[in-house]
């Protein structure tokens, strides 16, 4: 079981906006600002998408952006487009004990 | 440009130690700031974050593997290798190496992964 929570699977239509929720605690997202998150295509490494909760990467576009409401940091992306069909996970410092803590993940489906 | 990749066995039996080499270019891990982690990702499931070291060699451990990993840095074969104790079975997954830079905690240069089967 991760510790962060996300749901298992979104689905939007191409042109859309989908909003991913990543839930913690108030030991994790719900104290620092320092909540990334990654896309993964299948068979492929993870990709930094968005850090800090809200800051895009250079080359990231600004469709995906970032944001957080005390114990729940979310990843919106706008336009939806085929391409961004992926797995999304979240990821956060979590204090100097635990230190990192990832979200079970979330697949997107552009229908 | 910043690269990682990972080398080791695709393949160890119950019990074994793995040990797995991050071969890292594009950056030193003598940078203030700069870190190395490990993270794993068992067939069809989620990522799990396993340790990290930073330039100062600060290390950091997931609190779950803590016993059984240790992460050691060589900066001037810019290499990181992580070792995982009495593998399992369920330890079998792809596991990546991964920069962090920047100051906050991200993971913004992965490597390709490799996957490692634990079996007999």
């Known amino acids: 079981q991760s510790a962060l929570t996300q749901p298992a699977s979104v689905s939007g239509s191409p042109g859309q906006s989908i909003t991913i929720s990543c839930t913690g605690t108030?030991?994790?997202?719900?104290?620092?600002?320092?909540v990334s998150w990654y896309q993964q295509h299948p068979g492929k490494a993870p990709k930094l998408m968005i850090y800090?909760?809200?800051k895009r990467p250079s080359g990231v576009s600004n469709r995906f952006s970032g944001s957080k409401s005390g114990n729940t940091a979310s990843l919106t992306i706008s336009g939806l487009q085929a391409e961004d069909e992926a797995d999304y996970y979240c990821?956060?410092?979590?204090?100097?004990?635990?230190?990192?803590?990832f979200g079970g993940g979330t697949k997107l489906t552009v229908l | 440009q910043i690269t990682l990749k990972e080398s080791g066995p695709t393949l160890v039996k119950p019990t074994q130690t793995l040990t797995l080499t991050c071969t890292f270019s594009?950056?030193?891990?003598?940078?203030?700031?700069?870190?190395v982690g490990w993270i794993r990702q068992p067939p069809g499931k989620a990522l799990e974050w396993l340790a990290l070291?930073?330039?100062?060699?600060?290390?950091r451990y997931s609190p779950s593997l803590k016993s059984r990993l240790t992460i050691t840095k060589d900066t001037s074969k810019n290499q990181v290798v992580l070792t995982m104790t009495n593998m399992d079975p369920v330890d079998t997954a792809t596991y990546y190496c991964?920069?962090?830079?920047?100051?906050?905690?991200?993971?913004?240069?992965w490597g390709q992964g490799t996957l490692v089967t634990v079996s007999s």
């Open positions: 594009g950056f030193s891990l003598s940078t203030s700031g700069v870190g």
């Open positions: 990821c956060s410092y979590a204090g100097s004990s635990t230190y990192v803590v």
């Open positions: 108030s030991s994790d997202v719900g104290s620092y600002n320092l």
């Open positions: 070291i930073y330039w100062d060699d600060d290390k």
């Open positions: 991964a920069h962090s830079g920047g100051g906050g905690l991200r993971f913004d240069y």
């Open positions: 800090e909760v809200s």
